[in-house]
């Protein structure tokens, strides 16, 4: 075998007598091969790879370090062989291609530290923080596939949570004209308010429910209100479906569910911002304080948005 190459295998435990402590003298062996067994993972190289670099490998096969052998005359060290081959493709060629996954590139430079190779300690860590810049997301968007995904999902989340269900393909009725548009900008809107509100608020998408377009609100794990956006028409000799956009309203329930963040003790600044209206006469401090209860309690009442008077015909 010739060039610096390495070989690795898998060595299983073997019962035999203790391994012996020595000293390594590598100065006159130059390109000789030397083997090595990384925690079960079995190595070829060279003394002159090995002693490139003012590393630890350079003090342990200078003859400055003492190591172990056991009685084949494989040198023992007592590390994971995983990325052992990488190390040393470093220390002949002083680059190498890192690993894709982060969790792999700090596996190795943990390696790199305690062989004590600086170069490749800086590579991985800028690395991974590239990757660090390059993917961590803004807002993730959960889509329920099924009614206990929902409930579980609700019942753990520590954040308020915002809900929009749409479904076309509920229809039983023709559309009005402008019921599409309609439907697009509420998809907009909680596109928008996600990206506002997703450090505070969990935003999850509903495409398997009953409703046509319907948003939901819930604190600590209640739903506080519902806006239904729609409702049923009737035209010449026909129904037909219409679904609204009321976009205030929607902002309104919104502000609302931010009462419920953790710690759960409402906001009253935020309270008195999203009241609908407001005591114009003094109240003691006693007074005001059950104002503010009885205005959480209101905010519990399930709520309905539509502009049809007549009673929903679904």
Not at 184 to 190: H, M, S, T, Y
Request: charged share 30%; glycine share 6%; hydrophobic share 30%.
């Amino acid at each position: 075998m010739s060039g610096d190459t390495c070989l690795t295998t898998t060595l299983c435990p073997a019962v035999g007598p203790k391994p012996k402590t020595c000293s390594f003298k590598g100065g006159s062996l130059g390109n000789k091969y030397v083997r090595l067994n990384v925690g079960g993972s079995l190595y070829y190289t060279t003394v002159q790879v090995l002693t490139r670099h003012d590393t630890m490998l350079k003090a342990m096969f200078s003859g400055r370090m003492e190591v172990l052998t056991d009685k084949e005359g494989w040198i023992l060290i007592d590390r994971c062989g995983k990325h052992f081959g990488t190390i040393l493709n470093y220390l002949r060629d002083d680059t190498i291609a890192l690993p894709k996954h982060r969790q792999e590139i700090k596996e190795l430079m943990a390696e790199a530290k305690y062989y004590l190779i600086q170069g490749l300690v800086d590579m991985c860590q800028a690395a991974l923080q590239d990757k660090k810049d390059l993917y961590e997301p803004v807002c993730s968007i959960p889509i329920i596939t099924s009614p206990k995904e929902e409930e579980r999902l609700i019942e753990s989340s520590m954040k308020p949570v915002v809900k929009l269900l749409y479904n076309r393909s509920n229809n039983k009725y023709s559309y009005t004209s402008n019921s599409d548009d309609n439907l697009l900008k509420n998809i907009e809107l909680f596109d928008k308010l996600s990206l506002r509100f997703n450090g505070r608020v969990l935003f999850i998408k509903d495409v398997i429910g009953d409703e046509i377009c319907c948003w939901s609100f819930y604190g600590q794990g209640r739903k506080l209100a519902e806006v239904c956006c729609t409702s049923i028409v009737y035209a010449t000799e026909k129904k037909q479906t219409k679904v609204e956009f009321p976009e205030a309203r929607i902002y309104e329930e919104t502000l609302n569910v931010l009462l419920y963040e953790t710690p759960r003790v409402p906001d009253n600044s935020l309270l008195e911002a999203t009241s609908r209206s407001r005591s114009q006469a003094s109240h003691s401090e006693d007074d005001e304080g059950f104002e503010l209860r009885d205005r959480v309690r209101r905010i519990h009442v399930k709520r309905y948005s539509t502009y049809d008077d007549r009673q929903l015909g679904h």
